[in-house]
């Protein structure tokens, strides 16, 4: 369940993270910095980002007794 999670936490940041990256173009188009962020954070697509981020870290850090940890 744990290897299932953390790659689902991979595929959403692996997404989020591209999407953020393509809308890098609005800066050349005119936005501001200030305007990028405010539209990353009102897309669902970049959203998954940060959702993945919280997933990978919720699963490493949080340990169980019988886990290794290296």
């Keep these: 369940m744990k290897s299932i999670l953390m790659f689902l936490g991979i595929i959403f940041s692996v997404i989020g993270l591209s999407y953020m990256i393509i809308y890098l173009n609005l800066l050349v188009m005119g936005f501001t910095f200030l305007d990028y962020l405010k539209y990353i ?3 669902p ?4 980002f940060f959702i993945g981020y919280i997933i990978i870290t919720f699963l490493t850090f949080k340990g169980g007794k019988n886990d290794i940890h290296l």
């Design 41 to 43: 954070i009102t897309r």
């Design 45 to 48: 697509e970049c959203i998954l």
